[in-house]
């Protein structure tokens, strides 16, 4: 507490993003990265271009990014907006389209920075349960509301929405803004951006930290109309003309341009993720339905703080929230066939140790 | 204008950065860029890191490079904040430590980026006339206010306040965050750093866009005491949780190390700076005295827009600002020996012929 902070700063909760540990030799399935290397394209852009040329400030539109992005998805540019991570892009999005009086909604498990970017933009905001099951069910969403935003598939659950019951919520709620983040939309949900072009009031938040293994350049992008788009863009340029480097920009591009080796590293993560379900079942795990590169299990037997305990002990990190209704569950990244082989072996000597 | 924006976003202003022109063959001398490339070694950091560990999010706290700033000024690391670029620092303080019932003050003639953040976060906010040599009088600051931010050097001036100003005005305004922006510091000027430990009100913005060449890369950072360092914390932390990619940060702490190259970079551009407002004058120019890495011009018999828009005409761009007080003047970026003298050559030509 200091007499020099805005008033603002003082009834703020940070959010506390999972632990990026700086000794090696660890098994991380705690921050849903994706096991697999970016791109190998996409290294040597970024190589090549770490030159003299970074004397000079990048492009404050990162123009050739918003096109490969707009091309992977068959959209306009003028549809695409670009920031420093799906994090960035969030924060605008709160700022610039989801501010109203009536209350914002979203899911009461969920992305636990959303009610975050509602401290910080003083935004009101109501949770909605999801149902017994963990899923979203969009009719709980008919009511007065300046805004609805949440995950899909969401986090920490891995659930998935169909697309059609995304297209019922925008049919419910024409007056609001409908966020979906989907940063896990890539291995194995139906992405809304399908959509963009018949609702005004959709934004689809994506990024490359995930399915294009590049969490390490921090760049994520939103895709909807140019309304919304352009309410964004204002923001931005009022924050900061340059957010992205000239690294990002070029490297992000070049993923997204690398249909092939994508395709290829979320089909084997889905695989293992297939695999690594069935063996955590056969250990008496209930694993929630994932369609995102990690897994949302319980044991009916054992504490799940307990087990992330014992699991760091044997070098593996997985997550555990202190949160209401999911506080035994533990979330584990999709890790290689190897290391989910390895946490397999450990969780079977743990649970059979107790 | 859109319905579907928050009603802040109706009222902003957004910032116009400085043209980044896509072709080529141009001599750019609008945006303050550094004329010399990169520290070597900081390329080579930053090359060799483009690599498979890209798959992994970065240190969110960028501890290595808050250790290389603290260590350049024998700080400790806790009064250390980085961030995207210093227009990012700086959109922090503005929300994090200036937002208060009383204005906060900046010069009327001053980074222009200052009134739109104030529009960003709804910040009371009131200017104060440089004097009539356009300085900065710290008198003049001697009124009630909730916080002072200003350039020094004073951008788009070039003009430096003495060490001993900045502390007669951190004596004066005791419960006020003192706000110094020292993008242009490392060409001539005082930096303020040196009076962090004894004043708790002081906050220090660097970049390393401008002395380090490395505008390409995104990297700024604030000091000052460890109070207003964990305002500008929780911002951060509510905002954006890894703002530095991993290579921002190893080529940022890089080019900190390098203190050999940095200084001879810095002194060939303080020379060149002095040759060019000698062969300005001579040319009939006013150049206002610089302590940054640009010089303030204008001449008594042409206009500035026509000027800079011969000088374009010769694939030399400069900058002008249309704005009251200043708009008969040119900002010209220090380049090379050999742009400064295509620059008076063009310039001599142009006067020549009007």
Known sequence: MSQFWSKIVHSLTPYVPGEQPKMGNLIKLNTNE????????????????????????PDPNSDSLKQSIADYYH??????????????????????????????????ISY?????????????HKTVPLNARFEIDVNDYIQDNGGIIFPNPNAPTGIGLPLQSIEDLLQQNPSSVVVIDEAYIDFGGESAVALINEYPNLL???????????????????????????????????????????????????AMNDKVYFTDTCARIINTRKKLTRQLEALGFDVLPSQANFV???????????????????????????????????RITIGT??????????????????
Chains 1, 2 share one sequence.
Not at 81 to 90: A, I, R, T, W
Not at 212 to 230: C, K, P
């Open 204 to 254: 689809v938040v994506q990024t490359i930290s995930k399915s294009r293994s590049l969490a390490g350049l921090r760049v994520g992008f939103a895709m909807g109309h140019t309304d919304l788009i352009q309410g964004l863009v204002r923001v931005k340029d009022s924050f900061n003309s340059y957010p992205l480097d000239k690294l990002a920009t070029l490297g992000a591009s070049a």
């Open 34 to 57: 994706n096991p697999y290397p970016p791109s190998p394209k996409a290294l040597v852009v970024m190589q090549e271009a770490t030159d003299e040329s970074l004397r000079l400030y």
């Open 296 to 330: 949302f299990s319980q044991h009916p037997k054992h504490c799940a703080e307990d087990l992330a305990k014992a699991l760091r002990d044997n070098s593996i990190i997985v997550r555990h929230f202190k949160a209401p209704r999911i506080e035994n569950f533990l």
């Open 75 to 108: 959209l306009e540019s003028e549809q695409v907006f670009v920031g420093n991570g799906s994090d960035e892009v969030l924060a605008h999005t709160f700022q610039a389209l989801l501010n109203h009086d009536k209350p914002l909604l979203f899911p009461d």
């Open 337 to 354: 066939e190897e290391e989910c082989t390895q946490l397999i072996q450990s969780l079977d000597s743990i649970i059979s140790s107790q």
């Open 112 to 124: 636990s920075f959303y009610p975050v970017y509602c401290g910080l933009y003083n935004i009101n």
